[in-house]
């Protein structure tokens, strides 16, 4: 059976709400610093470590084009893996003593992680070509 009707529901046409996310103040050159010293060893973060990082880690101006940044990078210590290194003072829970880090863990308090933040939201996006489309 065919139909011949107009067309009323086409995936990804609909474009979502966007909420006003309200970023942290934070010192954006002692968030750049931050960012190489403990999100370097795994990101690019920028010109100043391009050959470092791991290879399948988004970098930050890649992390800045994903609708959306603003949440992951408010919460990144809640985004797998970092939950298995990483600690926020006063925000995450402390190592189960069970199942210690795999890897030197990354310990920073809210201010640091402000200014991360503040970092990353001075980033121009990357250009990734076209937006993710569903077919």
Same mark, same amino acid.
């Given at each position: 059976?065919?139909?011949?009707?107009?067309?009323?529901?086409?995936?990804?046409?609909?474009?979502?709400? %966007?909420?006003?996310?309200?970023?942290?103040?934070?010192?954006?050159?002692?968030?750049?610093?931050?960012?190489?010293?403990?999100?370097?060893?795994?990101?690019?973060?920028s010109d100043k470590n391009r050959f470092a990082g791991i290879g399948s880690t988004p970098s930050f101006p890649?992390?800045?084009?994903?609708?959306?940044?603003? %949440?992951?990078?408010?919460?990144?210590?809640? %985004?797998?893996?970092?939950?298995?290194?990483?600690?926020?003072?006063?925000?995450?829970?402390?190592?189960?003593?069970?199942?210690?880090?795999?890897?030197a863990p990354v310990e920073i308090t809210v201010e640091e992680m402000e200014a991360i933040v503040a970092f990353?939201?001075?980033?121009?996006?990357?250009?990734?070509?076209? %937006?993710?489309?569903?077919?």
């Open positions: 059976a065919s139909f011949d009707g107009p067309v009323t529901y086409e995936p990804g046409l609909r474009e979502a709400a %966007e909420e006003e996310v309200v970023l942290p103040e934070g010192d954006v050159d002692a968030g750049e610093r931050l960012s190489i010293l403990h999100c370097g060893r795994c990101h690019v973060v890649a992390l800045r084009s994903i609708p959306g940044w603003e %949440e992951k990078f408010l919460t990144f210590w809640d %985004e797998n893996p970092h939950p298995s290194f990483m600690q926020v003072t006063g925000v995450t829970e402390p190592f189960d003593p069970d199942r210690p880090p795999h890897i990353a939201a001075s980033i121009p996006p990357m250009d990734l070509g076209a %937006e993710v489309q569903s077919r």
